[in-house]
């Protein structure tokens, strides 16, 4: 393992950063073979910014309610990479929206034509607090916040997106870094907890040319706050703006541990503190995998599983029969169908275990998973394929606290977990 140090000051109270580089597994580092290359990478990003003119009113999502869009700072964004390892095709999709739930994610993949021949589609929202209300929790009064026109046009160019990743894909090989970013974020619930690794996952074309490189980190996108009223990415626009512009290709963010509830450590809430702290981010990924292996083969295995949870928050409960919130509910009204996935390369996962959960997790849940996990890059996506609100520790869960009363279930963190450790390879602990 090489332990890099990185001297660093634009944010307050970070002075040095440590990148870790692991030793990657020689069996997979195979020549590439134009001949009969075993992996194939496309990427996309397309804005889904809205028309302010035409799609009026905006309301944003994640601070209270009935807050209006004003302007546009920057632009909102579906970015997708498509990868294919040997007979198994699997897209990661990240949108730039406090959480694309999962009935909204199986109307989305019914865009796609039967051409578009991917075996999963991974779709994770980046919790963006300063973008369109998707859920339908942010409107005025009683009434939704979802512009459904707007929101309609934004689904037909996710799919887009996804369509045009998979069919620009080239024989590619992937790059993998890791980097701690140690007090970059703070953690606002007891016991305070933060997962401080940021994972990169980069991947290249033959020529060695950046085609994407995905950026696992968590920390709620909200540096602007809820004074502001134009609709920007927030601090992911700039870990976008600084790779495209460092290395090129499309760059991607994807959410991993937010809940508790984890927030960037920023002096203000402003563009600038905006800047400084994606271009952090940014610089620790490209750092990380600077000088990593390329991977040109490995071995890949995928499982996806439905979950049916019972809805156990009345207020969502009552806000989806008032139709506020377009949630179907299931079972004599009594669950909610949601879905968690296991994405695991190399021999029985020892290079990556990648797992999604439905919304946002707790830092001591995540870290108490990955603990059980032996791959050298364990990552998390956070609100993947749908966004349930809060995954409370059970143990922890009390409904007169914040995060309990936006979460759909005080049973999510023993289905979601029950079922992934089922599903994922575990450590040998014998």
Known sequence: MLLVSLAFTGIAGIEEINI???????????????????????ASAKTITPDLYRHDPIYLAGFGRGRKATGIHDDIWSRCCCIRIRDTTFAIVSVDLIGVMYSEYHRILGRLPDSIAIDHIILSSTHNHEGPDVIGLWGPGFTTGVHWEWYEEAMDIIADSIIEAYTTMVPAGLRFGHAEAEGFSRDSREPICTDDQVETIQIVDYNLTTIATMVFYGSHPEVLWDKNT?????????????IEETVGGTAMFVIGAIG???TPR???????????????????????????????????????????????????????????????????RRDVMTAVCVIELGE??????IVTVPGEEFPESWLDLKEKLHADHRILIGLGLDELGYIVPSEDFDWRKYEESMSASRFLDYYIHQTLESMLTMKDTT
């Open 348 to 353: 029985e996962g020892s290079l990556a275990q």
């Open 20 to 42: 870790q580089q692991h030793d990657q597994h020689n069996s997979y580092l195979c020549n590439k073979d134009p001949e009969s290359p075993s992996i194939f990478a496309g």
């Open 266 to 332: 920023v002096p203000g809430h402003t563009f600038e503190d905006a800047q400084r702290f994606g271009t952090a981010i940014a610089s620790l990924c490209l750092e990380s995998v600077q000088n990593s292996s390329t991977i040109w083969d490995t071995p890949i295995r995928i499982d996806l599983q439905e979950i049916a949870i019972p809805l156990t928050n009345p207020i969502f409960r009552l806000a989806s029969i008032l139709g506020i919130l377009n949630r179907p509910l299931h079972h004599m």
């Open 230 to 242: 134009l609709i920007t990415s927030d601090y992911p626009h700039y870990i976008y703006q600084h």
């Open 260 to 262: 508790g509830l984890i």
